[in-house]
């Protein structure tokens, strides 16, 4: 059975992680509403019990997972441990008594309780005694309804709510002000105009190493050379060679040694992940790591499309395909100044080739939005059996390089 999975990030008000939300279907091709909700939640628990723990998924954060009134009473949510997972109430489960007995249930044994995409009705307020969060759809709800469903929770203020779909600066900024305490979406991916600033000259320096080593002919002695000019890249560089990543048998202690065993290849991640973790070193961990992960997911797609001799353009592309909301400018601007291949600048700013279908297919599984990204395997001629393995290879990679970066 392969496991088709995607997870969205949730953040709390200082734009920490707290969890993620796993999005579940059972293929490419089979998508909602081929399946129902039922046999989501419990393909879900059965993939991750099976085939891939909740802790690949989320790390050390729980999983916010669906459940409907027939999987809660089966008790699905029970196979789980009480910290890892918080356990969502399907917007469309109709309130009930069997509904109210089985949360209850579970909260008595430790589980966490979310509603949903809630609607007000009078109904739910026998399940706020039982109740942790109450998520809401910011764009499929009204500031008025918004209002009225905090007014009548304020007997209540053990319940924190969650802002759903959450996409802009100026959205999350407004939930703030409202009182939310969690939100969902791409928000924190995106530019805050008012901020912006330029590339310091470390950074660029670091822009112009990740030109040289795209070209095909990379000059070892003049990239060897910068990194000599520069304690901290130099450092930067013979830690991560000699960091757990790699299984080296002995020490390396030369620049030159450290881009030789490296190679090619690995040396443009380096850079690239280096030079994205410095811009990036104010903004929420979770945008660096969405960053790691789009990178290697592109990277692993151009691989299985046979496309070896452009794996590092679309580990790059994938790299810098947020780096406008790094930056806090607009990403024409950026890709002007950095020394880029066209081909990369194409792929990001216009959606134009080979590039372009190895992002979509990345933003399309990380937004669960199955359809898009089967049309896209399609044109890309790819095995939709081998994408989840890729995703779920990428969430790992780029844990694995958080470690190694927070170390």
Same mark, same amino acid.
């Given at each position: 059975?392969y ?24 293929? @490419? /091709?089979? *998508?909602? =509403? ?5 046999? &989501?939640?419990?393909? %879900?628990? !059965?993939g ?36 890892e997972?918080?356990?969502?109430? @399907? /917007?469309? *489960?109709q =309130? ?5 007995? &089985?949360?209850?249930? %579970?909260? !008595? ?16 307020r ?30 209540? =203020? ?5 802002a ?5 600066? !100026? ?28 590339l ?21 002695k003049?990239?060897?050379?910068v990194?000599?000019?520069?304690v ?32 090619v ?6 850079l ?34 046979g ?11 994938g790299?810098?395909s ?8 607009s990403?024409?601007?950026?890709l ?18 080979r ?51 927070s170390?």
């Amino acid at each position: 059975m392969y496991f088709y999975a995607a997870r969205q990030p949730i953040l709390n008000r200082e734009k920490k992680l707290i969890g993620y939300e796993l999005l579940f279907r059972d293929s @490419l /091709e089979n *998508v909602f =509403p081929n399946i129902n909700e039922d046999e &989501a939640t419990s393909r %879900l628990i !059965e993939g991750s019990q099976l085939s891939l723990g909740l802790e690949d998924m989320t790390g050390d954060k729980p999983a916010f997972i669906n459940f409907t009134l027939e999987t809660l009473l089966k008790g699905y949510a029970k196979t789980l441990e009480t910290k890892e997972v918080v356990v969502e109430i @399907l /917007e469309t *489960v109709q =309130p009930g008594k069997r509904l109210l007995a &089985a949360v209850k249930e %579970l909260k !008595e044994m430790g589980y966490t309780i979310a509603l949903d995409d809630y609607k007000h009705a009078p109904v739910w307020r026998h399940f706020y005694p039982f109740v942790d969060i109450i998520k809401i759809d910011w764009l499929d709800t009204s500031l008025e309804q918004i209002q009225e469903i905090i007014a009548q929770t304020k007997d209540f =203020p053990s319940i924190k709510f969650l802002a759903e779909k959450v996409e802009t600066p !100026e959205q999350f900024e407004k939930a703030m002000e409202l009182g939310f305490d969690y939100f969902q979406g791409f928000f924190f991916a995106k530019p805050e105009v008012v901020q912006s600033r330029a590339l310091a000259p470390n950074e660029m320096t670091l822009a112009e190493l990740l030109y040289q080593t795209s070209s095909p002919d990379m000059d070892l002695k003049k990239v060897t050379e910068v990194f000599e000019r520069d304690v901290n890249l130099s450092y930067k560089l013979l830690r991560y060679s000699n960091s757990a990543a790699f299984k080296r048998r002995a020490e390396i202690s030369t620049i030159k040694q450290a881009l030789v065993v490296l190679g090619v290849e690995e040396l443009k991640r380096f850079l690239s992940v280096l030079f994205t973790a410095q811009v990036a070193s104010d903004k929420p961990p979770e945008l660096m790591r969405l960053c790691l992960t789009r990178a290697k997911f592109a990277e692993q797609l151009s691989e299985q499309s046979g496309q070896f001799q452009e794996s590092s353009k679309a580990f790059l592309t994938g790299m810098l395909s947020l780096i406008d909301g790094i930056l806090d400018q607009s990403m024409d601007a950026i890709l002007e100044k950095l020394p880029l291949s066209e081909e990369i600048k194409l792929a990001i700013l216009k959606r134009e080739g080979r590039l372009a279908d190895y992002l979509g297919l990345v933003e399309a599984y990380e937004q669960a939005k199955w359809q898009e990204a089967n049309e896209i395997q399609t044109k890309l001629n790819l095995n939709a059996d081998d994408i989840p393995t890729a995703y779920h290879d990428a969430l790992q990679w780029a844990n694995l390089q958080m470690e190694a970066m927070s170390n």
